[in-house]
T-cell receptor, first 112, second 111 residues
Framework: DAEITQSPRHKITETGRQVTLACHQT?????MFWYRQDLGHGLRLIHY???????NKGEVSDGYSVSRSNTEDLPLTLESAASSQTSVYFC???????????FGNGTRLTVT | GENVEQHPSTLSVQEGDSAVIKCTYS??????FPWYKQELGKRPQLIID?????GEKKDQRIAVTLNKTAKHFSLHITETQPEDSAVYFC??????????FGKGTRLSVIA
């Protein structure tokens, strides 16, 4: 069955380190998204991509970057992790830009 | 850009009663309005969605209504059950822009 997979499920890192969170989908969706979820803020958009080589900034993109070299993967990189980036990160994909989104299981990141 | 407000932030109902969650959006060009349910420790899952050319949509005990003039939409859950307890998120989007989510409503169904 097609799926969207995030790894790792849990990550603890130190302030200042570079961290990459993986997102892999087998739906063959062109559109992929990264959100962070924090208590009281809901789901906030970090970056998104409409296809290979396309990336766009979302509402809370500072300190994060993404790259899209193939259809299946959209890794999220924290260039220099900060305590404010402690959060649960969700990757999502959809067939169309405003279409139904499917979410991965999430990555809980703790920056100490 | 789009802004979505969701109310209430928490809601407790007795099992069997109805629950209503309301959202307002700011941009009249928005045309797609999904609702997601997120159980504790799990991923958000789409439960129902509606597009701007439709005023109401039902799926068993769940319904969504849309008032484009007032720019608000609501989720209605009838005959609530303990397994309906979760956090519910509304969202809105328009044209080629990604979804903007509300901050969520924590629904507790008391047996």
């Amino acid at each position: 069955d097609a799926e969207i997979t995030q790894s790792p499920r849990h990550k603890i890192t130190e302030t200042g380190r570079q961290v990459t969170l993986a997102c892999h989908q087998t739906w063959n969706h062109n559109n992929m998204f990264w959100y962070r979820q924090d208590l009281g803020h809901g789901l906030r958009l970090i970056h998104y991509s409409y296809g290979v080589q396309d990336t766009n900034k979302g509402e809370v993109s500072d300190g994060y970057s993404v790259s899209r070299s193939n259809t299946e993967d959209l890794p999220l990189t924290l260039e220099s992790a900060a305590s404010s980036q402690t959060s649960v990160y969700f990757c999502a994909s959809s067939e169309s830009i405003t279409g139904r989104k499917l979410f991965g299981n999430g990555t809980r990141l703790t920056v100490t | 850009g789009e802004n979505v407000e969701q109310h209430p932030s928490t809601l407790s109902v007795q099992e069997g009663d109805s629950a209503v969650i309301k959202c307002t959006y700011s941009d009249s060009a928005s045309n797609y309005f999904p609702w997601y349910k997120q159980e504790l420790g799990k991923r958000p899952q789409l439960i129902i969605d509606i597009r701007s050319n439709v005023g109401e949509k039902k799926d068993q005990r769940i319904a969504v209504t849309l008032n484009k003039t007032a720019k608000h939409f609501s989720l209605h859950i009838t005959e609530t059950q303990p397994e309906d307890s979760a956090v519910y998120f509304c969202a809105a989007s328009m044209g080629n822009t990604p979804l903007v989510f509300g901050k969520g409503t924590r629904l507790s169904v008391i047996a």
